[in-house]
Nanobody, 123 residues
Framework: VQLVESGGALVQPGGSLRLSCAASGFTFKDYHMTWFRQAPGKERELVAAIGNFGISTRHVDSVKGRFTISRDNVKKSVYLQMNNLKPEDTAVYYC?????????????????WGLGTQVTVSS
């Protein structure tokens, strides 16, 4: 099983990034997919989630209107479009796969995690 994130970078405030996560080794369409982030000294927190068929989505309040999660079940990938980035968005971003929608916000419920990609928002 592999989840491989990419797309992280150093970007100025107000800039945009698109993160990607490529999945392999499991039945991608059976899993809800999420993006979490973890800043130094802080707990891992949910950023956005998308249902296994891409119909249901959830974005936490701090990113609503700026970030958009999407997925492509043919390519077995999940994406996070991040616009109007702020310094407080600086963190390592991880994608995760979980089978129950009720568990999306609980990191302990996850079977699979990627290694993360660093996003730094700074002038």
């Amino acid at each position: 099983v592999q989840l491989v994130e990419s797309g992280g970078a150093l970007v100025q405030p107000g800039g945009s990034l698109r993160l990607s996560c490529a999945a392999s080794g499991f039945t991608f369409k059976d899993y809800h997919m999420t993006w979490f982030r973890q800043a130094p000294g802080k707990e891992r927190e949910l950023v956005a989630a998308i249902g296994n068929f891409g119909i249901s989505t959830r974005h936490v309040d701090s990113v609503k209107g700026r970030f958009t999660i999407s997925r492509d079940n043919v390519k077995k990938s999940v994406y996070l479009q991040m616009n109007n980035l702020k310094p407080e968005d600086t963190a390592v971003y991880y994608c995760g796969a979980v089978t129950r929608w009720s568990d999306i916000a609980s990191p302990k419920s996850y079977e699979y995690w990627g290694l993360g990609t660093q996003v730094t928002v700074s002038s």
